[in-house]
C-alpha cells in the first residue's frame, strides 16, 4: 500500500490551498482515508477521513466550514480543500488510510494507531 500527498506550500492568512493523496494497494471495499495534522511540539491530530466505497465524509468541528475532504470518481485521489488558512493551521498533514468494516468506523476510529499505512506528509505554512 502506498500514500503520496502533494499540494502543501505557502499561503498567507484567508487563502487556500488543496492537498491530494494518491492512494494505490489498498482495495477501495471497506477502505477509509484520513487526514491528519501535526504543528511542531503537537501531537498528530485527525482532521477529516472518507469512506471509500460510499463516499461518506466526516470531518472535525474544529475544521467543519472551512475545509472538505472529497474523492475522485475513481476514488484513488483523496483531496482536503483549505480554505480561510489561518496561522495556527501551520502544520505538517500526512493522509492515512485502514480497511474499515462500516463507514461508522471510519468516523468514530479517529486515534492514529488505527490507522496502518501512512503517506510521507507535505507542510502547510500560513503566514
Known amino acids: 500500500v502506498q500514500l503520496v500527498e502533494s499540494g502543501g506550500g505557502s499561503v498567507q492568512p484567508g487563502g487556500s490551498l488543496r492537498l491530494a493523496c494518491e492512494v494505490s494497494?489498498?482495495?477501495?471495499?471497506?477502505?477509509?482515508v484520513g487526514w491528519f495534522r501535526q504543528a511542531i511540539g503537537k501531537e498528530r491530530e485527525w482532521i477529516a477521513s472518507i469512506y471509500r466505497p460510499g463516499g461518506n465524509t466526516f470531518a472535525d468541528d474544529s475544521v467543519k466550514g472551512r475545509f472538505t475532504i472529497s474523492q475522485d470518481n475513481a476514488k484513488n485521489v483523496m483531496s482536503l480543500q483549505m480554505n480561510d488558512l489561518k496561522p495556527e493551521d501551520t502544520a505538517m498533514y500526512y493522509c492515512?488510510?485502514?480497511?474499515?468494516?462500516?463507514?461508522?468506523?471510519?468516523?468514530?476510529?479517529?486515534?492514529?494507531?488505527?490507522?496502518?499505512?501512512w503517506g510521507q506528509g507535505t507542510q502547510v505554512t500560513v503566514s
Open positions: 494497494g489498498l482495495p477501495i471495499d471497506r477502505s477509509c
Open positions: 492515512a488510510a485502514k480497511r474499515s468494516q462500516t463507514s461508522l468506523y471510519c468516523n468514530t476510529g479517529r486515534m492514529v494507531g488505527s490507522y496502518a499505512y
